[in-house]
């Protein structure tokens, strides 16, 4: 049997606090998840960081103290964290969790891992399009230091087709900041994907990253741009679920969304704390766009695309009059 | 003098019905573009083909009825046309002009020109992402035949800095489908483009392009998002301006808006017919998304982008259970 019709769910989590134990948020998570299986979820989306405070907000200069917000080695050996992949298999809903990798030769990522409804973790991402700076700005409240402490993502954007008798998805997973790359989206659409799953923790105000009309309300509309546009190119169903709230005395934006292919808003989070978002979702839906408007095969012009991969930053184009 | 701030209009024309003589259109369009410069503007900006009837509508077997369409030759030294450059320079205001182009060699594009507020054509665009087929399908009250009376645009995507005397702009030229394509949006932004100027002619029903839920809301949708998403992507002011209403029996969507770097509207037009709008805007205010959020040369990973430019088509990705 091939499940293209399911209810998946979106879990949008409150804030986690630096004080808050590991194996306390584990407890609400599968908690949370339990709750998301008993609404019919076959699989749900965690954010991003989704153990942990936000820790890229501060600087801090003890490497141990850093690697203290990481899970070191293979996850699916984690103590803390193994009862998560348990309740996958007896609930029966996969899951979709963010959070700070620490490799065995030390490496470190910020990573989502897909857990399948056997418990399984059957794929892995790690975040392209790191957002920040390597080095603390002086005199600001909250730094985004997430190019000091993680490097750059190097499996690409890997599309992973789950098992029909679970979902019969063709998954892409996306981290925060890469929502707002239409590259992103389009390289995993490229390969198919009908369901893009993504997480984030994205900050109500702070670095003028957005200028002189920056406020939380311009932050949520760029959010939801990122991912009812970037489902419509790419004619994919979107879960994008944030960890917002008040964390650490650092505010962010709530605003977790379903949306169709059609680029239509299906489910949206109406609190800025622990909510379940869920929807049934229909796949083949994806198939009218990839057919049509969006058949690439028919659409596309790669011969004009140069630039895309040759050039990293812009150039300018100056005035030959 | 460098001018970055000056106004912007956005020329929205109601249909242009088969039976319109040229000479007709183009007194009409001057009309508009001394209306545009009386509201201060420096540029305005005409739809898709704007002289002619969306006539992709239509299967026509004669080619000598095809070409009627077309415009031949050197546009600059076209008689019906030429009062059109002639008023730019009258009236101190530039503009942007969609027009079916007949090369002296023989070949048809689906053309965009940029002309100067000395009458000067200063810059070419020919539309890359053309829909539609090349056949007619049969049992259908209207055509989408693009593929079949254009080539493909052959120019790229080619940025143009304009005098700064007139107005400082890096401006990309995109016409209709092509707004849809964040591949393009980017190609421009790579040459440092601050300005997306864009006019549709884009149908309010027909095809089933959008599955079960189209209809006219959902397409106004899908035209806003193009827009208003790449706009913020690329962080830069972006120019939509249909050509609407019942033309030859065809209903079009209105909808034309000018937008921000933060992908907010700043106007929209409120009619679906003739319609200027304007907007004083500030190029500068595209500065700050370009060095913070979308700093490409900090934040793109062009080294994973490589399926952009090496794949046309999507593959598919199989379960590997």
């Given at each position: 049997?091939?499940?293209?019709?399911?209810?998946?769910?979106?879990?949008?989590?409150?804030p986690i606090q630096k004080a808050?134990?590991?194996?306390?948020?584990?407890?609400?998570?599968?908690?949370?998840?339990?709750?998301?299986?008993?609404?019919?979820?076959?699989?749900?989306?965690?954010?991003?960081?989704?153990?942990?405070?936000?820790?890229?907000?501060?600087?801090?200069?003890?490497?141990?103290?850093?690697?203290?917000?990481?899970?070191?080695?293979?996850?699916?050996?984690?103590?803390?964290?193994?009862?998560?992949?348990?309740?996958?298999?007896?609930?029966?809903?996969?899951?979709?969790?963010?959070?700070?990798?620490?490799?065995?030769?030390?490496?470190?990522?910020?990573?989502?891992?897909?857990?399948?409804?056997?418990?399984?973790?059957?794929?892995?991402?790690?975040?392209?399009?790191?957002?920040?700076?390597?080095?603390?700005?002086?005199?600001?409240?909250?730094?985004?230091?997430?190019?000091?402490?993680?490097?750059?993502?190097?499996?690409?954007?890997?599309?992973?087709?789950?098992?029909?008798?679970?979902?019969?998805?063709?998954?892409?997973?996306?981290?925060?900041?890469?929502?707002?790359?239409?590259?992103?989206?389009?390289?995993?659409?490229?390969?198919?994907?009908?369901?893009?799953?993504?997480?984030?923790?994205?900050?109500?105000?702070?670095?003028?990253?957005?200028?002189?009309?920056?406020?939380?309300?311009?932050?949520?509309?760029?959010?939801?741009?990122s991912t009812i546009s970037n489902?419509?190119?790419?004619?994919?169903?979107?879960?994008?679920?944030?960890?917002?709230?008040?964390?650490?005395?650092?505010?962010?934006?709530?605003?977790?969304?379903?949306?169709?292919?059609?680029?239509?808003?299906?489910?949206?989070?109406?609190?800025?704390?622990?909510?379940?978002?869920?929807?049934?979702?229909?796949?083949?839906?994806?198939?009218?766009?990839?057919?049509?408007?969006?058949?690439?095969?028919?659409?596309?012009?790669?011969?004009?695309?140069?630039?895309?991969?040759?050039?990293?930053?812009?150039?300018?184009?100056?005035?030959?009059?």
């Amino acid at each position: 049997m091939s499940v293209r019709k399911f209810t998946i769910a979106g879990i949008q989590l409150g804030p986690i606090q630096k004080a808050t134990p590991k194996t306390e948020t584990v407890a609400r998570l599968i908690k949370l998840l339990k709750e998301a299986s008993e609404k019919g979820a076959k699989l749900a989306v965690f954010p991003e960081l989704a153990l942990t405070s936000f820790f890229p907000r501060w600087f801090i200069e003890s490497q141990e103290e850093v690697d203290s917000y990481f899970e070191k080695g293979d996850i699916t050996k984690n103590e803390v964290v193994k009862p998560l992949f348990d309740a996958a298999k007896e609930f029966n809903c996969g899951f979709v969790l963010g959070y700070a990798e620490l490799t065995d030769d030390g490496h470190h990522f910020n990573t989502y891992i897909l857990v399948d409804n056997q418990g399984q973790l059957v794929q892995k991402y790690r975040k392209a399009h790191l957002p920040g700076f390597d080095d603390p700005t002086p005199g600001i409240a909250f730094q985004q230091l997430e190019k000091r402490y993680f490097e750059y993502g190097d499996l690409g954007f890997p599309a992973y087709h789950s098992n029909p008798e679970w979902i019969d998805a063709t998954m892409g997973m996306l981290i925060c900041n890469d929502r707002r790359w239409p590259e992103a989206w389009r390289c995993y659409a490229l390969q198919g994907m009908d369901l893009c799953l993504n997480g984030y923790n994205t900050t109500a105000n702070g670095t003028a990253l957005f200028g002189a009309k920056e406020n939380k309300t311009v932050r949520i509309h760029h959010s939801d741009l990122s991912t009812i546009s970037n489902a419509y190119f790419n004619s994919c169903f979107a879960v994008s679920v944030a960890k917002c709230g008040v964390e650490d005395e650092q505010e962010l934006i709530a605003g977790s969304i379903i949306v169709d292919p059609n680029g239509l808003v299906i489910a949206r989070a109406e609190t800025e704390d622990d909510e379940i978002i869920t929807a049934e979702i229909d796949l083949d839906e994806a198939i009218n766009g990839k057919k049509k408007m969006f058949d690439f095969s028919r659409h596309r012009r790669p011969e004009l695309y140069g630039r895309l991969v040759e050039q990293k930053g812009a150039i300018e184009t100056p005035y030959k009059g």
